[in-house]
């Protein structure tokens, strides 16, 4: 007898993920990714009486990534059949994102089923996060090659059983000096397989641990996080960069040869060192980085929902 799934769920720690990855929970079927549109109003001001649509070329604009964080995840979008709650913060402009994020301080958070098929039915990929705030995780991982493909290759499969489309790999802790070269590892392994794994698939780095596994944000990419830029399909930055260090990003990357779209400058709707404050001013931060060329990685955007309180909505 099949046992109904009735909610999304993270992995909480490595035991949860290696004892259940063999032993995957179907979810009801989940819609493939669409394509995007091609017809859009560009520029940053829309006229009412404009009623032409122009067609683009997304290889040559910049993009723009949402990193949902709302309450630490799992709220009432877990459940797979949905919910009588009237008041869940809800996401409408589809049209105006080419990658949506599901966030949480969970290890392994992968994105709930609604989300999923919400986004692939506009044409939005959807990454799940990898997280870790604490030391000891990583040092398992890393402690040989063989280990960090065991792990890479269940990540790759989780993915797979819930057609989503990649990871954020987001490290907040130390990291070893003498596993550095692991973890660059991971990162390429992990990028070059899931990408044969799963067609349009994206892993993005955050910019957190420096090549020296010291926990250090950069706001920018620079010597001390590039090998991981180059070993994956994008960096997320941090919050608290200037237009200096996003000048020079755009330069190292050219240097590099790199599509300086793949660079997703961080602008945290709740202010905390962002450029502007965030809140209602976030398109201060949003026109400094498009100004540059530069894609951008909203995070938080719901804090309108949280700010203000649901009966707001």
């Excluded at 990714?33 to 067609?55: F, M, N, P």
């Excluded at 070993?231 to 300086?260: G, P, V």
């Amino acid at each position: 007898m099949r046992t109904e799934v009735t909610e999304s769920q993270p992995f909480k720690n490595l035991k949860e993920l290696f004892d259940n990855v063999g032993n995957l929970k179907p979810w009801p079927e989940i819609g493939e990714l669409r394509d995007s549109t091609d017809y859009v109003y560009s520029g940053l001001e829309i006229s009412a009486g404009r009623t032409r649509l122009e067609k683009l070329d997304r290889e040559v604009h910049p993009k723009t990534l949402l990193c949902h964080d709302m309450k630490g995840g799992y709220l009432e979008d877990r459940f797979i059949c949905g919910s009588e709650s009237y008041d869940s913060y809800l996401f409408y402009h589809w049209s105006v994102i080419d990658t949506f994020v599901y966030f949480s301080h969970h290890f392994i958070t992968v994105p709930p089923f609604g989300w999923i098929n919400a986004a692939h039915n506009h044409g939005v990929k959807v990454l799940g996060t990898v997280i870790t705030e604490r030391e000891g995780i990583w040092d398992v991982i890393l402690e040989s090659q063989e280990e960090v493909r065991r792990f890479a290759d269940a990540l790759i499969l989780v993915a797979k059983f819930y057609k989503f489309d990649g990871w954020l790999l987001n490290i907040e802790n130390t990291i070893k000096s003498e596993q550095v070269n692991n973890l660059i590892y991971f990162v390429k392994y992990l990028t070059e397989n899931i990408h044969e794994a799963i067609r349009n698939s994206e892993i993005i780095w955050y910019d957190s641990v420096t090549n020296e596994g010291k926990l250090n944000w950069q706001n920018e990419l620079n010597s001390k996080n590039i090998d991981f830029f180059l070993n994956c399909d994008a960096i997320y930055l941090n919050y608290n960069w200037m237009k200096s260090k996003l000048k020079n990003s755009l330069a190292l990357a050219k240097n590099h040869s790199r599509d300086i779209y793949d660079i997703y400058v961080g602008l945290d709707i709740w202010g905390r060192g962002c450029p502007g404050g965030g809140g209602f001013n976030s398109s201060y931060a949003l026109q400094k980085i498009r100004h540059e060329g530069l894609s951008v990685a909203l995070f938080g955007p719901g804090w309108t929902h949280e700010f203000f309180g649901s009966k707001t909505f």
